[in-house]
C-alpha cells in the first residue's frame, strides 16, 4: 500500500482481556517501531524491529507487552491482561532502513473499559 | 536519556502570519531531528527533517534551524494558512534510533 496501516482502528475491551494490534509497514521497508500516545502527549517508543527480530524494547512498559515481526514485513503488538492505563493510541511507524525517515500510520485507539 | 522540551504548548497565529515553533534537546548525541504534523483522528505526518550535519533546511513555506551548541532547533512556517492548524511535535534522536517527542504545540491559524 501507499502508507503504513494499522487495523483496527478502534478497540474497546475489557479490563483483564487479551488484544493485539496489527501494523502493516510501507512496503520494502525493513525497519518498524510501535509508539503509545496518551490524550495531549507526544508518543513514547514502545519497540523497534530491524527485519524480524526486535533490535530495542526498552520502551516496553512491563512484560505484559509483546510485539512480533516474524516474516520481516507485518507486525502484531500483544497486550495481555489489560489495564485502565493502557487505554491510549497506539501508532506504528516503518522506514526503508534503520536510519532514514520514519512514517507513521494512522494509530489504533485502545479503549480499557 | 534523551529529554525534549516544545514551546509554546499552543500558538495562535493570523492567516499570513509567521509561526515559531521551539524546542530544546538534552543528548548532545542526538543526530536528527523530524518535525511532525498531527491532525484530530490522524497519526504524525513527517513534514521536515534535519540532520546534525546542517544548520538550516527549507522547503517552500516551511524551514527548520539547528543549533547544536545551544541544543535547540526551531520549525517556522511562513505565511500561514487555515489548512496549517493543527498540533506539530519536534523529535530528537540518539544512536539508539528511538524518537524521542517534544509535547506538541496547537497552532491554529485564524482566517
Known amino acids: 500500500g501507499a502508507g503504513v496501516s494499522q487495523t483496527p482502528s478502534n478497540k474497546v475491551t475489557e479490563k483483564g482481556k487479551y488484544v493485539e494490534l496489527r501494523c502493516d509497514p510501507i512496503?520494502?521497508?525493513?525497519?518498524l517501531y510501535w509508539y503509545r500516545q496518551s490524550l495531549g502527549q507526544g508518543p513514547e517508543f514502545l519497540i523497534y524491529?530491524?527485519?524480524?527480530?526486535?533490535?530495542?524494547d526498552s520502551g516496553l512498559p512491563n512484560d505484559r507487552f509483546f510485539a512480533v515481526r516474524p516474516e520481516g514485513s507485518v507486525s502484531t503488538l500483544k497486550i495481555q491482561r489489560t489495564e485502565r492505563g493502557d487505554s491510549a493510541v497506539y501508532l506504528c511507524?516503518?522506514?526503508?532502513?534503520?536510519?532514514?525517515?520514519?512514517?507513521f500510520g494512522p494509530g489504533t485507539r485502545l479503549t480499557v473499559l | 536519556g534523551e529529554n525534549v522540551e516544545q514551546h509554546p504548548s499552543t500558538l495562535s497565529v493570523q492567516e499570513g502570519d509567521s509561526a515559531v515553533i521551539k524546542c530544546t534537546y538534552s543528548?548532545?548525541?542526538?543526530?536528527?531531528f523530524p518535525w511532525y504534523k498531527q491532525e484530530l483522528g490522524k497519526g504524525p505526518q513527517l513534514i521536515i527533517d534535519?540532520?546534525?550535519?546542517?544548520g538550516e533546511k527549507k522547503d517552500q513555506r516551511i524551514a527548520v534551524t539547528l543549533n547544536k551548541t545551544a541544543k535547540h532547533f526551531s520549525l517556522h512556517i511562513t505565511e500561514t494558512q487555515p489548512e496549517d492548524s493543527a498540533v506539530y511535535f519536534c523529535?530528537?534522536?540518539?544512536?539508539?534510533?528511538?524518537?524521542?517527542f517534544g509535547g506538541g504545540t496547537r497552532l491554529m491559524v485564524k482566517p
Open positions: 511507524a516503518s522506514s526503508l532502513r534503520m536510519e532514514t525517515s520514519k512514517f
Open positions: 512496503s520494502g521497508h525493513t525497519a
Open positions: 524491529f530491524q527485519g524480524t527480530g526486535a533490535a530495542d
Open positions: 543528548d548532545s548525541a542526538s543526530n536528527y
Open positions: 534535519i540532520r546534525s550535519n546542517v
Open positions: 523529535a530528537a534522536r540518539t544512536g539508539g534510533n528511538m524518537l524521542t
